[in-house]
């Protein structure tokens, strides 16, 4: 079984992370679409281009079924994405349903709150997902914490600074709401790195009982392995011994590829190829 | 005549507003490479893709001068736009030189300090361009300050924090490189949105005589004045009442361009077409 994982950058390393001891027996293909990231600041209609075309890839490759393991593409363009990869009878899991259900799980006050770019808030499509679960939430952009992952200030004070501000308007709106928030979902690929800040904030801003902090990285790799054939499944028990095979591609410097992408897989991110996407 | 002016976003309009007022008589097209921004995080072949594709779409509305008023493209790209404006005719004028030549017109002790973005710097080209002229410099990558000033963050503290932390170790490399710089080069079009809170910094860090601020923007208008044909300027000269016209053009949302763009150019942004260039 060859699995797609595909993220606008390294972010979605995360959630193959999850993926590799799960689903041991499978061949990944990641694809890191860095020429033309970030995702989370453009819009729907150049998002879906990108997200299309990129899904596009991985299914030339062989691609049996593919993840979106981007908050932003999940939430603007998995309808496209599913289109594309339905002719094929690929199935697609996005990241946002997973974040969702994850939350209704550990949730008992039924409030969430959601951080994510840009993008994926406007798309409102965090609140849609909740509120099919019977979930009310508050969605919150704060478009500065993937670059400053980028630039590496994981522990930085200016970061510490910057999710405080970040979340103390979260929690202004929520007490403006009448929410009772125990579940916090960190929508997009890049802030599971900083989850100890994160985590810090909110207990700051929430003394008493603390908003959870809820990585949607996990709830993805258990949906892909619901969904995936009851054939590979079984397949996967039996031969858990096996090691999963991972090929990286990237769209752009494929040597800033393996030096980011090793924070966020927890391990060498081996050879990565570059690919042109057209951009 | 028919004034292409290009960059990845809306940093460019600064440009524009200096080359407005200068060469009056002008049509200016306006294109800002939205879908693929930023420029300055990516390597240099994904660059000088993009920048050929953009300035080819500026050759092909018919300007007859192009002016790359973006400096990770001026830096990475120029050659290979030179090479696509060649077959036309048409001459190309980047941000690097005029503001390398600006620096060497104010400076007396012949040290520059430059801040840019990290493919800018790596690129070296502003060392290079100093080095031209006689003078010494450092390159500082600052690559937060782009996000913020996109964030809206113009005033904010933790922008002069992250300001006060980038020209910190400027200041440090400077002290142990022996230099006594006193020109400062914004070497970034997003840059002088933050000239209030650069220049504030710079003064706390070298209190005695502060390095004065150079914006390469009025250097570039300059340059491109003094290169257009004789016939053009002359032209000008004689009907300095006629109002410039400009029309823009954005490869992503039209509607943030003109939002973020008034903010550059100094006065509203009018109608903006959304261009595919195949990203």
Chains 1, 2 share one sequence.
Not at 95 to 116: F, K, N, Y
Not at 213 to 235: F, M
Request: proline share 5%.
């Amino acid at each position: 079984m060859k699995i797609g994982v595909f993220d606008s950058g390294v972010g979605g390393l995360t959630v193959l992370r999850a993926l590799l001891p799960r689903i041991s027996n499978a061949e990944y293909l990641y694809l890191g679409d860095t020429a033309r990231l970030p995702y989370g600041s453009k819009s729907q209609a150049t998002i879906a281009r990108y997200a299309v075309s990129s899904s596009q890839f991985l299914i030339d490759q062989g691609c049996e079924f593919l993840v979106i393991a981007c908050n932003t593409a999940s939430a603007l363009a998995l309808e496209e994405i599913r289109l594309t990869a339905k002719p094929h009878g690929i199935p697609v899991v996005g990241v946002i349903g997973p974040g969702a259900a994850a939350a209704a799980a550990e949730t008992a006050t039924r409030d969430a709150l959601v951080i994510a770019t840009s993008a994926t808030v406007q798309s409102h499509a965090y609140a849609a997902a909740c509120q099919l679960l019977g979930l009310r939430s508050i969605e919150k952009a704060c478009p500065l914490l993937v670059p400053l992952v980028e630039e590496g200030w994981i522990g930085h004070s200016v970061t510490s600074e910057v999710v405080r501000i970040y979340l103390s308007e979260l929690h202004q709106q929520a007490v403006d709401a009448g929410l009772q928030p125990d579940t916090i979902v960190l929508g997009c690929t890049h802030y599971p790195l900083l989850r100890e800040v994160i985590e810090t904030a909110v207990a700051e801003l929430w003394p008493g009982q603390p908003p959870r902090v809820i990585d949607s990285a996990e709830a993805t790799a258990t949906e892909v392995e619901r969904q995936l054939p009851s054939s590979s499944a079984g397949e996967n028990a039996q031969a858990g011994h096996v090691r999963a095979q991972a090929s990286f591609f990237a769209t752009d410097s494929v040597t800033k590829f393996c030096q980011l992408g090793t924070r966020f897989l927890g391990q060498p991110v081996g050879e990565v190829k570059l690919v042109d996407l057209g951009g």
